[in-house]
């Protein structure tokens, strides 16, 4: 959806400022000494963001020592005109919880472009300043300017699903530039070659990368081509180039980001409007950290070669999309599962994706993701029993279930559990491959909120008690490296598992009878029924063994035994007592014809002819 062009003048009624000459609140010293800044005489739209910032680790995961004391958060305030700035002294009132929430700055705030921070008054209050009485914010009256501006601040940005319009931004200052041209920066991003003369061979990138992981739920397209003006080049391939002939590297990542936001302003009408992901990537020695972006927002900013690597692309366009780190232990970024973790120095690597609590989040596998429940009452929602395949199987229709969530009642923080198998869209993730992974996250798993890597298993037979739950137990039976793990989650005695009382247990010689006050021990010898008695329990067979007149029939009952031959013979018990009558051997039945070679009564077949010895009654 094309965003409309935002209103950077807004009616008197709504709000207006006052200047006054003044050094910058922070950041690096600004070109001049005295910098103009702005004092809010009145309410004024607009958005709470964070700002969230990578910095380059050692290869054991640890901060290097020159950055190890810089925030990896600030909180910021987005302007209609989409400028952003740091609140000074890291105070927010308490109603600011959620990045991407709309806000208003209350009248006295302090707007300084030299260091793109923002002072706001009346610290320790979420609570606007109109004229001389404190009014909630949602008592507040909004004018229809008000409104209108508000209203260009409300980008649905964590949508993760359809096609989306990506712009990259090359950024040129007057002591520095973003180190590539425009065609690699275009391949690096798009994994289009134009020709460039530093050929980039990209295999996997930005795009690609998200359209792989969301099976092309979500596609990231180049924003549309557009004219440009003065010291912005037209948009080509997605692409822009900015350049800031005033500016430079020393005035630091926060002016410089506002410089080229404002002269895309300047040049288009609308920076916010030209894409619904803008990334710039800046000259090296701008920034400290090695790239940023601001939580379910539209921006992310890159330092020099950070913005050619795929990790760091997905990392950063992750955020925009409202997702946080993935921890472990006592670590930020440590799951290097997925992409949600540290990022790398490499271009096209390493090939992954997204852990557990990610994918239930993003909601891409949701119709392969089942969710158990152990308070639940029933079986079929508390207990689960199958085959959990990785993501790279998603796709495929033998492939039942690829995610599981197990919901804690009681508590926002669940466990999320896949099957981490190396290969495809996962055959470069760095840690846990051929695993059972086991996040936990907060949040019911749809919103904002780092996860944290607590268990990875091979097979564990003997069952991993998940964390925050009393009994409720994984077990992993079996591991087909790449494919898949055989798994259970059990409850308790509900699934059917061992318990702390199991059902199977119970004594065998526990009377069936109520129990009463007299013991029963003395004369049970004959109360067991599942010990047949020596003598039979009626005193005839219930089977009428004499009206037997076929062998077959006759061997095939349990009670009785054909005596004799096989066709004059006769059916008796085994009982020892004969049926009735009883012997000599019961006459023929008379219903039978008589067999002239023998004279007697033949029920078979009866043979007169050929030799004698092959005459008679068979």
Sequence with gaps: MKLRTAAWLLASTAFSFSTVNAAGVRGKDSNTSNQQRRVLQGNKPAKYLVQDIQYEHDESGRRLNLFKNLPEKLDTVELEDGLIYTVAGGFVPPGWTVSGQDIFLPPNTIIDDATATITLPNSGSDRLLEGNAYVPMEEST????????????????????????????????????????????????????????????????????????????????????????????????????????????????????????????????????????????????????????????????????WCNNVSVQLHEIGHNLNLAHSNEGTQTYADQSGMMGYSYNSESTPRMCFNAAKNFQLGWYSDKTITVSPSAATQEEACFAGDLYGTAFYG????????????????????????????????????????????????????????????????????????????????????????????????????????????????????????????????????????????????????NCGGILVKSDCNNNASCVWNGNPKTGFCASTTGSPPSPSPPPPSPPTGCPVCAPTGEACCGTCIDSGKPSRRGCF
């Design 142 to 305: 909004i004018t229809e300017d008000q409104e209108r501006n508000l209203s260009e601040l409300r980008r649905q940005m964590a949508v993760v699903t359809g096609q989306k319009t990506v712009l990259a931004v090359k950024i040129v200052v007057s002591d520095g530039a973003y180190g590539f041209d425009p065609s690699y920066l275009e391949c690096k991003v798009f994994g289009t070659d134009n020709g460039s003369a530093d050929n980039c061979n990209d295999s996997y990138h930005l795009t690609n990368g998200y359209s792989e992981c969301s099976y092309g739920k979500l596609t990231l397209t180049k924003a549309a081509a557009r004219t440009g003006s003065g010291n912005v080049s037209s948009i080509s391939n997605g692409v822009v180039t900015v350049t800031l002939p005033t500016t430079s590297t020393s005035a630091g990542d926060g002016t410089v980001r506002n410089a080229v936001t404002s002269a895309l302003n300047s040049a288009f009408g609308s920076a916010t409007s030209l894409a619904d992901h803008l990334m710039y990537c800046l000259p090296p020695g701008t920034m400290s950290g090695i790239a940023y972006a601001y939580i379910n927002s539209w921006n992310s900013v890159y330092s020099n070669n």
């Design 396 to 543: 495929d229709a033998f492939a039942q279930t690829v995610g599981i969530k197990v919901n804690d009642s009681g508590s926002s923080t669940d466990v999320y559990i896949m099957f981490n198998a190396k290969t495809g869209i996962q055959s470069g993730t760095v840690e846990g491959g051929n695993q059972v992974m086991v996040v936990t996250a907060p949040g019911e798993g749809t919103s904002y909120g780092e996860s944290k890597l607590v268990q990875k298993i091979t097979t564990n037979t003997a069952g991993y008690l998940l964390p925050g739950f009393s009994n409720t137990v994984l077990y992993v039976d079996s591991n087909t490296p790449n494919s898949h793990a055989s798994i259970r989650i059990e409850t308790g005695s509900l699934c059917g598992g061992p318990t702390p009382n199991p059902t199977t247990a119970s004594p065998t010689n526990v009377p069936t009878p109520q129990p009463t006050g007299t013991p029963t021990l003395p004369q049970p010898t004959s109360s067991p029924t599942t010990a047949a008695p020596t003598n039979p329990p009626t005193p005839s067979p219930t089977v």
